[in-house]
């Protein structure tokens, strides 16, 4: 087992290397995210369950075209993550590598957010373990809804708000309104050169990543 995590191990450092280019010009807090303090294991399947009743059909559509377009895009520069729709659940999913979106009102209490990344679990290196997303339930037009689930992802894929961002330049950056996108509906290419330097430098400096996986 030791060795088949090594030789894991090595082989996606090896494709996140790889298979990404290195953008340029993606200057922390001005065009691109710091980093997060977390993130989905390298090469997990995520599994996505939807809170019972709390969206409609369309919605629910918007959110799994935000998970295709992370998954397209993460899959690209070789990290392996992927999203994938597990069905309706009653209560938070607790599972390995499952996430369950839900929502609740949180811009009558907080003026300053619409929607909220929960790590439910995880690890001493920061490792996601489970997670929920809440969404405002006045968070109802499609575009809206659909930037708000990429950024929301974004925080599970190792990406930071950065509110002094450049507009378009980020999916991090802050949103105008509860039913407002903010320039963006998925990863920008430097979301992604931070992505790829956060799953760089944890699959190829701690080993303990890849033995967590189902």
């Not at 105008?176 to 992604?192: R, T």
Request: with cysteine.
């Amino acid at each position: 087992m030791k060795t088949f995590t090594l030789i894991l191990g090595t082989f996606l450092t090896a494709a996140i290397v790889g298979h990404a280019q290195t953008i340029e010009n993606c200057d922390t807090n001005r065009s691109s995210p710091p980093p997060g303090r977390y993130s989905w294991a390298a090469g997990a399947e995520v599994r996505v369950y939807l809170m019972t009743g709390m969206f409609t059909r369309e919605q629910k559509e918007t959110l799994l075209q935000a998970m295709k377009d992370w998954t397209n895009a993460v899959q690209r520069i070789g990290t392996g993550v992927r999203f994938t729709y597990a069905g309706e659940t009653n209560d938070v999913a607790t599972c390995r590598n499952c996430l369950t979106l839900s929502r609740r009102e949180i811009f009558k209490t907080d003026r300053k957010h619409y929607a909220f990344f929960n790590p439910l679990e995880q690890d001493e290196n920061g490792q996601l373990i489970s997670a929920w997303i809440d969404f405002d339930y006045a968070t109802t037009d499609p575009k809206a809804l659909q930037g708000f689930m990429s950024h929301e992802l974004g925080h599970g894929m190792g990406l930071w708000d950065c509110p002094s961002c450049k507009s378009r330049q980020t999916i991090m950056t802050s949103f105008p309104g509860i039913n407002k996108n903010n320039g963006l509906i998925e990863p920008s290419p430097c979301d992604l050169e931070v992505v790829r330097r956060v799953y760089e430098r944890r699959v190829g400096g701690n080993e303990s990543l890849m033995s967590r996986r189902d």
